[in-house]
């Protein structure tokens, strides 16, 4: 078996696309003080580098909980809307929290998916995204049916937009190239913190 | 007329109740069975069971910086799964994560692999520096809840609530 062959099915039509030109997409969206989730590594880098915000929170380590703490941050805050960037080797870290999430069916997330099919900041050792793992269709069986690649940067923009406006959860999946992440976090977890929940209004 | 006395449930929702914890988020035991089916029955709680401990310690930190105070429920083996998600989240950025453990692992557990999991629990606790109770004796029930629960939303730190047998009657032989 080749790679081509086992590449999972869902992924034929889709572009594989910038994390960094996305994240400028997506953030250009934000006009509601938006809570944004970034997961580590490059995902965290890329969103760093879109400019700071104090409704952005920087996820310095815990793997895969991304999407928990959006999730938690949603259900505490029904009126905002909730983003948690994650990508793909977190996501399969704790696939628990796709049904998690499905079952809460918060209408304020919205899950965005960067599958790049590799572990990037560890040496780019390829995950089971790369090869036979479809994580949209992990995530419609998890229960949330509204889950879906973006073909493109332009259908990428319509899905995010369309996701802000209308009840969630939802889940956009991009695949992206192997680009490393442009900007550094800086590594302060009590000053991201601090800062993330005066954005959120929840600290003087 | 005086009242029956409480149960350790009974006392353990109540000052959830009493200190505005609304968010219970839980990985299932059989000895925390009761309260969590209290807990549910009462509206003034969101309650929900997440699939992995570490899944509810993420919840429970989002919905904390979102202004919604909250609890962890869980069984010592559970407990095990934790130190990644408190070493590189919670004691750092200075989460007061409320977490309950229903202990197993001892005063007549069965099963070797749950006493020897119940055996790490304390020495991770003690290396990240986590304020823990083991809660032993129903008349101390209320107070170390109550004054821990306000210590950790005043100095910003996780808390652990240890569970004994020898407070909810533990875990027993089925046989």
């Not at chain 1, 909730?82 to 049904?99: K, T």
């Amino acid at each position: 078996m080749n790679n081509t062959n086992s590449k999972p099915a869902g992924l034929h039509n889709v572009k594989t696309m910038n994390r960094l030109e996305l994240t400028k997409r997506l953030v250009g969206h934000l006009k509601a003080d938006e809570a944004v989730i970034g997961g580590i590594g490059n995902t965290n880098f890329d969103l760093w580098e879109t400019g700071q915000r104090a409704q952005n929170f920087y996820m310095l380590g815990s793997m895969g909980l991304a999407i928990p703490i959006a999730l938690g941050v949603a259900i505490a805050q029904p009126k905002r809307h909730v983003v948690a960037l994650e990508g793909d080797g977190s996501l399969l870290m704790q696939l628990g929290c796709l049904a998690t999430v499905a079952v809460q069916a918060p209408k304020n997330l919205t899950i965005v998916l960067w599958d790049n099919g590799i572990y990037q900041i560890t040496g780019s050792q390829p995950t089971a995204s790369a090869a036979t793992a479809d994580l949209v269709a992990i995530a419609r069986a998890s229960g949330l049916a509204n889950s879906n690649w973006a073909a493109d940067e332009d259908e990428f923009d319509r899905m995010f937009a369309q996701a802000l406006k209308s009840g969630g959860p939802t889940l956009i999946a991009a695949r992206i190239d192997g680009e490393p992440g442009v900007g550094k976090t800086d590594r302060d977890p009590v000053q991201i913190r601090a800062r993330f929940m005066q954005g959120m209004g929840a600290k003087k | 007329m005086t009242d029956m006395p409480k149960s350790w449930h009974e006392i353990v929702l109540a000052t959830l109740k009493a200190n505005d914890i609304k968010l219970i988020v839980y990985v299932p035991d059989r000895v925390l069975t009761p309260l969590i089916k209290a807990l549910h029955a009462d509206s003034f709680f969101t309650v929900f069971a997440a699939t992995r401990e570490e899944e509810a310690i993420g919840i429970v930190s989002g919905a904390w910086m979102g202004g919604m105070k909250s609890a962890v429920l869980m069984q010592t083996s559970g407990f095990a799964t934790l130190p990644n998600a408190l070493a590189s989240l919670v004691v750092p950025s200075q989460i007061p994560a409320l977490m309950f453990v229903s202990e197993r692992g001892t005063l007549g557990e069965f099963n070797l692999g749950q006493a020897m999991v119940c055996k790490t629990m304390r020495p991770v606790l003690d290396s990240l520096g986590i304020e823990n109770h083991t809660i032993t004796r129903h008349d101390e029930l209320e107070f170390v809840l109550e004054r821990s629960i306000k210590q950790a939303f005043a100095t910003q730190a996780p808390v652990t609530f240890i569970l004994s047998p020898l407070l909810t009657g533990g875990k027993v032989f089925s046989k």
